[in-house]
């Protein structure tokens, strides 16, 4: 965090709010060609397509979704705005533009605010989206952030949780699991910090567990390469809370049971390597960590030779009849039932 | 506030994230048939038209934009709402949806929340505007509600804040000043019940001045209006911070002058009795106020006659060349240069 280092500390008093509005968005430039118009007036203007218009909206607390402790400011940021394209990509759409509403009290200075921007400037260069409009607030404790995305799909590739059928095979992007152990090394490191300011924490064998906590990216190639293999999903989710409360709303909303298959999922071998030095199973981790931001849809079976083979995707189990219930299959061959157990705050 | 009630409390931890949404929002009716798909995917999904989207999101923090010790839940979750539809008014749209997202100290139980929400559904039925989403939160330390509204206009009928021109009238709707006021008696009245809690306000002469700090409306029903009368403002805002700053808004923008006449603007006679009775200069009330959400426009003098003599509207000055900056013609006919006072925070 900024208060640790020497640096100039500007009063965000010193701005007002319409000052500081316009201080901290003036160098965001706009992409895209629907937008008519970003922040300055009492609303945003967005130009219309023939396309269906997805809009989400999530609220990130200081002290329940992050700890500005290990969390920079401008990581922080990053990842507020993935957590929302996340969701418009869930839907098999592209997100255009975000609006970005904070509330600080008077600890953090401008400077602090300058570098959560920076975050929030970077996420929407690399994945192409416009800041069109926000507000600006100070809170009695803490920061808050809250970010609403709006994305574009043409109404026929829109992907709802609803749609999966029996039979069905259920796909993963990426591996997982990986953002939770990353929370974990992090907060063990602060506990050691705690104890000895002194101590220099050797994470190198982390670097990718830890990236994927601080860093993570939005899978916005999901939908275009879909399109491109003439795949369409039958039902679509984003992994925030865990596999297994997400492979359970896709079963719940589509009246559909499922089997999972432990040997499939696909987990990074630092994953694997850290779980062991952690004494964690990795399956639960998979099952239950979280905040992978990575994508959990399933395809009529007849797809299957689009998929197969591309290092994106991974096969971890298929659709059964809801009476079957939603169930893993160990290694060992037994099924157990599944369990939601999200980690994430209320 | 609940909490001053013996009434059942039930922990929001017994139901969970999903159980809590669910819970609030079951009740809501969905009244635009461009709402595809509201509250319970990854994203909402809107049904595009041939108008323009317009997008806006505002932030109430518990202990800077509102005090429950005298705002009840149900009219805090309503003005919430009111809040941001004015801001789609101001820009001559209508409002179609919402999304809405609460951070929660555990302090609250279920039924304040209920409260909260029975409030925005009071909102959403009265303005027929859909919830399409939104999230549910802890927070450290209090409430915090975050509200994006989205709405619709014809390209052609968008109002921007920069189009005022010289010579055009400006044009205020309703009356300003009584929402500052009504805060002042309830901050008064917190006051007094601290020093003796046995003391029983009589408030019958506020009524209309509490109402409006309270229970504020949005001016729905001015585009509407506008359109029927074939007047297409040169410039709108809405007045949430104070008539003074929001004229200068629109003159800035605009790169012109003004000239608002003193005698002119809009009171309420429970304005200038209240104003007389704390000692404060009614005009300094309505160009420093705020929160009446009342809109502001602009329109070319050969409207006049469209406009005159029509109890919504009153004609408080005119748009001048930048040069002769922006004034105040007082009662006493002299000219003072307008000060940005808004009260409203950060």
Request: aromatic content about 6%.
């Amino acid at each position: 965090m900024l208060e640790n280092k020497n640096q100039n500390r500007t009063s965000l008093s010193e701005l007002g709010e319409f000052g500081l509005i316009e201080h901290l968005t003036k160098h965001f430039n706009l992409s895209h060609t629907s937008t008519i118009k970003a922040v300055g007036d009492d609303a945003a203007v967005l130009q219309t397509s023939d396309k269906q218009t997805l809009i989400t909206t999530d609220l990130l607390v200081e002290g329940v979704h992050f700890d500005l402790s290990y969390m920079p400011l401008k990581h922080l940021g990053y990842k507020a705005v993935m957590v929302n394209l996340s969701d418009v990509y869930a839907m098999n759409g592209n997100a255009e533009q975000i609006t970005v509403s904070i509330a600080v009290s008077n600890r953090f200075p401008l400077e602090a605010l300058e570098e959560l921007y920076a975050g929030i400037q970077l996420a929407c260069e690399t994945y192409k989206v416009d800041l069109i409009g926000g507000d600006t607030t100070s809170s009695t404790k803490g920061m808050l952030i809250s970010v609403t995305a709006i994305g574009k799909a043409a109404k026929e590739d829109v992907v709802y949780r609803n749609g999966a059928k029996e039979t069905d095979l259920i796909v993963v992007t990426g591996d997982i699991g990986a953002a939770y152990l990353g929370l974990q090394v992090l907060e063990r490191e602060k506990q050691v910090f705690q104890v000895n300011p002194n101590n220099q924490p050797d994470l190198d064998s982390y670097t990718y567990i830890i990236e994927r906590q601080l860093k993570p990216e939005a899978r916005k190639d999901i939908p275009a390469l879909l399109k491109e293999l003439e795949v369409k999903p039958t039902a679509m989710i984003d992994i925030s809370d865990g596999l297994s409360s997400e492979v359970m709303h896709i079963c719940t909303q589509s009246k559909v049971g499922c089997k999972i298959y432990e040997d499939k999922i696909p987990l990074d071998p630092q994953v694997i390597a850290t779980s062991e030095e952690f004494n964690m199973d990795s399956t639960m981790i998979a099952l239950s960590g979280g905040e992978d931001y990575e994508l959990l849809f399933t395809v009529p079976i007849a797809d299957f030779d689009k998929i197969k083979g591309n290092p994106n995707f991974t096969v971890i189990g298929h659709i059964t009849a809801q009476q079957q219930g939603m169930n893993l299959v160990t290694r060992a061959n037994q099924e157990i039932a599944l369990q939601a157990q999200g980690w994430n705050a209320l």
